[in-house]
């Protein structure tokens, strides 16, 4: 029995390696802020719009605590999932946390055509949106680094994933 979270910044790869991940697995998956979408049945930016930050975090913290009953899953969480609360703590107390490091460039990149979609970028210039992920990525940064497993996200393949998995799985059971 297994839980995976993949953690890391908007952009990082967490929802699309995860699903192919967890094809390769054998694993379910569950993509948090969907989660969270279906049991509140509005968009995360409507939550955000309508709730505030601090409500909608106590919304996500409460779907985290469903996915410590599940087994067998990859957990794709929300960019600022780990920062908030003790949730970085609980995660790896319930699985394997991997952290999905991106550098600003891959962020900018992969996001650039998705802004609609963002309520944190929706609103800004090029160059603002790199200073803000610039900000967020150095505030972030040492709850994403309390991750178990590191690993670059800029040419990740679920293959490669797996790859680290069953290294720490191995690595585990040796000690």
């Known amino acids: 029995m297994m839980r995976i979270y993949l953690i890391g910044y908007m952009g990082s790869g967490k929802s699309s390696v995860g699903k192919k991940l967890a094809h390769r697995m054998n694993y379910a998956f569950l993509d948090l802020d969907e989660y969270l979408e279906n049991d509140q049945k509005k968009s995360v930016s409507e939550l955000f719009a309508e709730k ?14 469903h996915t410590f009953s599940l087994e067998n899953c990859i957990i794709s969480t929300g960019g600022g999932t780990p920062v908030y609360f003790d949730n970085i703590d609980l995660m790896k107390k319930h699985g394997l946390c991997i952290y999905l490091k991106a550098s600003i460039d891959v962020v900018l990149n992969r996001l650039q055509h998705h802004l609609d979609t963002r309520p944190l970028l929706a609103k800004l210039s090029k160059e603002e949106l790199a200073e ?24 990740l393949t679920p293959a490669q994933l797996h790859q680290q998995i069953n290294l720490w799985k191995e690595a585990s059971n040796s000690i």
């Open 52 to 65: 505030g930050e601090a409500a909608f975090r106590m919304l996500e913290r409460m779907a985290l605590h």
């Open 132 to 155: 803000f992920i610039q900000n967020q990525l150095i505030e972030r940064s040492p709850f994403y680094e309390k991750a178990t497993i590191h690993i670059d996200a800029k040419n």
